[in-house]
């Protein structure tokens, strides 16, 4: 079994599945909320199914960017549920994660965000080139009016903070906000055969999540 968490936006997510259609979770959005659900949630998930953390095959991680409160929190509970326990972690790009359930769509490109306050989203780009491979930028800091000329006709928007584009046409695009993020993407992504390669496998003791910051600000390239 698979043990998924997803802390990284004011959605606090936990999933436990091994197959891609056999995947239950337990879910809250709102202030302060991981702090309070995240051990609640791994808990329950794990009695309901009799299950005990040697149990599990391997456990997922939404590494960020994303808020620092929620990131550090879902760290900290991995740390302590994984200690002295020979079960492997894996991280994944948060924005990433955002994407993976668009992907069988085929828009032109799905445009992964997260609100970075300021003038900034925190953003990466995903897409299929023409021969079915998967085109993955850089997650970067991009300025709000940037990243309004990058989204086209048909792209997909996910993810936190994109209410602040100013976009045309805005029937012309896809628009899916917090009800899209959840730690069931992750365990989509590790049954992927090309997504699951960009899972890391990190040291339980030693990781951190990835804390973008407003001195990274770049344009994606893809």
């Known amino acids: 079994m698979i043990l998924a ?16 259609r ?17 051990f609640e949630f791994i808990k329950e998930l794990l009695d309901r199914h009799s299950l005990k953390v040697a149990d599990l095959d391997a456990v997922l991680f939404s590494n960020g960017p994303g808020s620092y409160t929620g990131l550090r ?3 900290s509970a991995i740390k302590g549920l994984l200690f002295q326990q020979d079960v492997p972690l894996y991280t994944l790009p948060t924005l990433l994660s955002f994407a993976i359930p668009f992907l069988a769509d085929n828009p032109p490109a799905i445009h992964a965000v997260i609100d970075a ?22 997650a970067n800091v991009v300025e709000i009016e940037k990243l ?29 906000g917090t009800e899209a993020i959840s ?10 055969p090309e997504l699951k390669k960009h899972f890391s496998q990190a040291d339980v003791e030693s990781f951190e999540p990835e804390y973008l910051t407003l001195s990274q600000v770049n344009d994606t390239d893809v």
């Open 5 to 20: 968490i997803e802390t990284s936006t004011p959605v606090c997510s936990v999933a436990l599945g091994k197959g891609r």
């Open 117 to 138: 306050r300021r003038q900034h989203l925190y953003h990466q780009k995903v897409k299929k080139s023409l021969d079915n491979e998967i085109e993955i930028s850089k």
């Open 148 to 176: 309004e000329r990058q989204i086209k006709k048909g792209d997909v928007i996910v993810g936190t903070g994109w209410e602040r584009l100013e976009i045309e046409n805005r029937g012309e695009m896809t628009w899916h």
């Open 183 to 192: 730690a069931k993407n992750l365990v989509l992504g590790w049954n992927h």
């Open 73 to 75: 929190i879902g760290a």
């Open 22 to 38: 056999s995947v239950i979770e337990k879910r809250m959005e709102g202030r302060s909320v991981h702090s309070e659900r995240t």
